[in-house]
Every structure is written in structure tokens, then in C-alpha cells.
């Protein structure tokens, strides 16, 4: 849907103007930058929600709200904005999370105007990745998105934020290249030049250079998800990070990567998907698996919690394997829940460590007693983390397993396998969140919690669970709240996907992979989530 007004620049455009406004902004102890942020985050979420609740289509798998503009015309790249199911509920999300977490930030005492000039940059480079429509333009949005991050966990984070920070600019940064030198590469290859993303979905690439470029964009697209065993930097980002940046690191930037794997590399490169299908839900098993045992290991709370984000990622990698429309479905479906489970988690954690001073989980124990709302809450998400039924976790993650075991494009004996050590994962999830709520909240007080007196959530920290704790009820109570947005364009994707499946199975043998037939029953499956 084209509309006159450019919403989605403006979207973006909106926090950024607004960043460059704060050092004129006469406030010395930071009161008036704070609700200068708040109002600014706020002012764009309410903005997006009316944008697409008035313009956008649910019933439309094609790209809306599309702007294109000439930037830099010598080099051909255009400004090229654009939404569909998959990134119109991945910005809503983004401004959600990003406000929440502004609002996190309200004791932030050193460097306020920094610190919410950084969040605001950040706010307009999250929402130009899901809309950006140009390869180099969307390049260029992902590495200003790394630079606020760099900061805001050297600055703001734990005794070994410097190492943490390090490692993460690092990663992410060289990672980054694979997305340059592979869309340089796309734009090239055939006999015209475009960085347009829907262009390049539309040339004829050899299936040598799909696999290659697929390579590629699996590379930097899996140290952001993050994929192991590029996921190293995450518990240590996460370990040092203070509670808004974990809130935004969980609940956005991991959702990049699940993101672009879908934009990118399976509408994209959808014959080399086939090929690497296979290795997708074999590193989702991996992550699955190692995540939830890693994450058992753990003594510190937030290295926990950031373990089990990579074990829950690895949902979303055998979702986008399936092939079907069950599964991508349950794929994004998994990217949103997560972001608010998370986020929501580790904003919890930050309130705890506000009040204890550690996260240390053997220094703590017996702060139910204490803190009995926050223990309450704790308590809520950690049942939407582990999947319990009637909340969002649960869905997505049926979804995922019924759309894989459906998946007519993999063999009876693969699919068993998979689901099977899938299971493991299942298993050791309720263990290890359960665990940790018996050791921060029952027992023996802990030396950080025995002879103090806390202060229970205030109404502030309350407002912030509660905006995250209602949604991820609201889909676990009725799904179609959110898979109605998105439903139309990830039965596209998985159709296009399933379509080169023969293709490819008529040119070599696949371990793993069958020669798909469409499957009566699938349909009726997906109604389970509609």
C-alpha cells in the first residue's frame, strides 16, 4: 500500500532529529532529558501503532507503506522504505521495548543526556533495519545500531564492561562485513546493477554463487542471533549490560538476526536455503541443547537468562527449516514472544540487583518474603519463558514443532531425530528457570538479602512488567492477536521456499531432504494458531 504521507521515514527520522536536540536541552541533573526521551519513544510507538493500524493490510502479503527516495545517486542507493508481515510486527516490538527500557533507565544519574541521546539513535536505527529496502542502506542502519550499544555497556555496565563491549563491537563489527562484501556481490552479478532488495530477489543467480552468498549472510546474520559458536559475546554483553540495555539487546537485536535470515537469506537465496536447511535445524538443535544445559551452569543471573536466549533462538532457526507455513508462522511468532519474555526478564533482574547489589544467585534466597511482587512477576515470566500453556511461548513454540514434524521436504527419520533432541531442550528449560526461582526467592536469605530491608517494586517498575507481561498473555490467550499480521506473507515465504525443493532434489541428493508434497492437512494445522 503506497500512502502520501512517509510514515516510516518519519518513524525513524523521529528519534533521531530528536537525539541531536538534547544538548540544547538546559537540564543539569538529567530530570528533563528523561521525560524529554520518554515523550519522544512514547510519541513513535503511538505513532507506528496508528501507522499501521489505519495503512497497513493484514490480508496483503506484498510489501506497504513503501517510500523510495534517491540518497546517494551516484553510487545508486536509494532511501527505500518498506513493510510486510514479517518486519511490521518486529518495528512495533522495537518501539515497544526501546520506550519500556527508556523508562528503565529513570535512576541513570551518570551522563543522562548521553545515555538517552544513544537510546534514541539507537530507537532509529532498529526500526530502519526491519524498513529498509536497500541492501546498502540497511548495512549502513545496522552498523550505526552497533555503535550505542558499544557505549551504553562501556559506559553503563558491570566491572568488566570494557571487556564485554570489546567483544561485542568486535564480533558484531567483523561479522558485518559478510553482509557488505554479499550484497556487493548480489548488486553485480547478472547484467544489471541494484541494490534494491526486492530486485535482487528477482535475479538469476547460479546456484554456486547462492551458496556462497548464503555463506555469507549466514555468518554475520548468525553472530547476531545469535548461532553457535558465534554466540560467545552475548552472556558476556549480557553479564555486564545494566537492565534497559539487556531489555534492548534481548528483546530487539537478537530479533535482527532472526530477521534477516528471512529477508535475506531465505526469500532471497531460496535454492541455497535447501541446501542449508538441513545445517539450519541441526545449529537449532545445537542451540536448543546447549543453551538450556549452559545455561544450568550458570550462577550468575543474567548469564542465565542470556544462555536460555540462545537456547530459545534456536526455535526460530528450525521454524525458518521447515518449509512450512505452520512453522514460519510459529518462527516469528517466537521472535516476538521471546523479545517480550525476555526483555521483561531482564528488567526483573536489573530491579533485583537494584536492591540486592549482586547477581550472584548463591548470595541470594529467601526474597519472596521480601519482595513478594516482584517475585510474583519473576514468577510469571519465568512460566512464559519455559512454555507453559496460555502464554505466548507456548504457541510459538507448538507451532514450530507441529510445522516441522509436518514438513513434507525432510525425511521421516530426520524429522524424528530432530524433535526428538528438541525434547532434550524442553526438559531442561523448566529445570533451570525453575531452579533459579527456588534459589533467588525460597530458602535459607542469602548474605545480600539476610538483616536488609527492601523495597518491593515500585509503581513505575510495575507499569514497565505489566506493558510486557500483558501482551505475552494476551497472544498465549488468543494467538491470532498477532499471527493475523504476518499470516498471509509466511504462508508466501514458506510456499516460495517449498517451491525450490524439487528443484534442487531433482539435481542432487540431500541428506535428510524428500521430495516435498503438499500436505492436505497442512491448512487445517495452520488454523490451530489463526
Known amino acids: 500500500m503506497v500512502t502520501s504521507f512517509p510514515w516510516l521515514t518519519t518513524l525513524i527520522v523521529l528519534p533521531l532529529a530528536a537525539s541531536l536536540l538534547i544538548p540544547l536541552i538546559p ?53 527505500s522504505l518498506a513493510v510486510d508481515g514479517i518486519s511490521m510486527p518486529l518495528v512495533v516490538l522495537a518501539a515497544l521495548v526501546t520506550t519500556l527500557s ?59 564492561r570494557l571487556y564485554a563491549a570489546t ?58 542471533l545469535p548461532i553457535f559458536p558465534l554466540h560467545t559475546w552475548l552472556p558476556d554483553a549480557h553479564g555486564e549490560a545494566s537492565a534497559p540495555v539487556s531489555m534492548i539487546l ?29 545445517v539450519l535445524a541441526i545449529l537449532g538443535i545445537v542451540n536448543i541443547i546447549y543453551g538450556a544445559l549452559a545455561s544450568f551452569a550458570q ?29 514460519m508462522s510459529g518462527a516469528v511468532l517466537q521472535m516476538v514472544s521471546h523479545g517480550l519474555i525476555a526483555a521483561a526478564l531482564f528488567f526483573l533482574a536489573g530491579v533485583t540487583y537494584d536492591r540486592t547489589h549482586t547477581l550472584n544467585m548463591d548470595d541470594m534466597g529467601g526474597l519472596a518474603k521480601k519482595m513478594p511482587s516482584t517475585f510474583a512477576l519473576f514468577t510469571i515470566c519465568s512460566m512464559a519463558s519455559l512454555a507453559l500453556p496460555g502464554m505466548s511461548g507456548f504457541v510459538g513454540e507448538l507451532a514450530i514443532f507441529l510445522g516441522f514434524t509436518t514438513s513434507d521436504a525432510y525425511t521421516s527419520t530426520f524429522k524424528i531425530v530432530i524433535v526428538l533432541l528438541s525434547a532434550v531442550g524442553l526438559i531442561v528449560t523448566p529445570i533451570y528457570l ?52 504476518y499470516d498471509v506473507k509466511t504462508v508466501q515465504v514458506a510456499q516460495n521456499a517449498r517451491n525450490a525443493v524439487p528443484v534442487i532434489a531433482q539435481q542432487i541428493a540431500m541428506p535428510g531432504l524428500a521430495a516435498p508434497q503438499i500436505s492436505a492437512s497442512q491448512p487445517e494445522l495452520l488454523g490451530l494458531i489463526k
Not at 47 to 74: C, G, M, R, V
Request: aromatic share 16%.
Open 27 to 79: 537540564d543539569k541533573q538529567g530530570k528533563t532529558v528523561r521525560w524529554y526521551g520518554l515523550g519522544v519513544g512514547l510519541a513513535d510507538l503511538v505513532l507506528s501503532i496508528y501507522a499501521f493500524w489505519k495503512h497497513y493490510d493484514f490480508q496483503n502479503p506484498d510489501f506497504q507503506l513503501t517510500e523510495s527516495y534517491s540518497w546517494i545517486p551516484q553510487l545508486g542507493i536509494n532511501w
Open 434 to 485: 525453575l531452579s533459579m526461582l527456588r534459589e533467588m526467592f525460597y530458602g535459607k536469605e542469602g548474605k545480600a538479602v539476610e538483616k536488609e530491608v527492601f523495597l518491593d517494586a515500585n509503581p513505575r517498575e510495575l507499569f514497565i512488567t505489566a506493558s510486557l507481561v500483558l501482551p505475552i498473555v494476551a497472544i498465549g490467550l488468543y494467538p491470532k492477536l498477532i499471527t493475523q499480521t
Open 299 to 327: 550462577r550468575n543471573l543474567k548469564r542465565r537468562m542470556a544462555y536460555s536466549s540462545i537456547s530459545h533462538m534456536g526455535f526460530v532457526l528450525l521454524g525458518i527449516a521447515s518449509f512450512t507455513e505452520l512453522g
Open 250 to 278: 534481548a528483546g530487539v537485536l537478537l530479533k535482527m538476526g532472526g530477521y534477516a535470515l528471512i529477508r535475506m537469506n531465505m526469500e532471497m537465496l531460496p535454492h541455497a536455503h535447501v541446501y542449508f536447511a538441513p
Open 102 to 160: 527508556m523508562l528503565a533507565g529513570w535512576k541513570v544519574t551518570n551522563k543522562p543526556r548521553l545515555f538517552y541521546f544513544l537510546l534514541l539513535v539507537m530507537y532509529s536505527a532498529q526500526i530502519g533495519v526491519f524498513c529498509a529496502q536497500d541492501m546498502i542502506q540497511f548495512f549502513l542502519l545496522w552498523e550505526v545500531e552497533l555503535v550505542p550499544v558499544y557505549i551504553l555497556i562501556a559506559i553503563w555496565g558491570g566491572p568488566k
Open 167 to 224: 567483544k561485542f563491537i568486535l564480533y558484531t563489527a567483523l561479522a558485518s562485513i559478510f553482509i557488505l562484501v554479499s550484497a556487493l556481490a548480489m548488486a553485480f552479478y547478472g547484467d544489471y546493477f541494484t541494490f534494491n532488495m526486492q530486485e535482487l530477489g528477482l535475479k538469476d543467480y547460479s546456484l554456486t554463487f547462492e551458496l556462497l552468498t548464503y555463506a555469507g549472510f549466514l555468518i554475520a546474520f548468525g553472530v547476531k
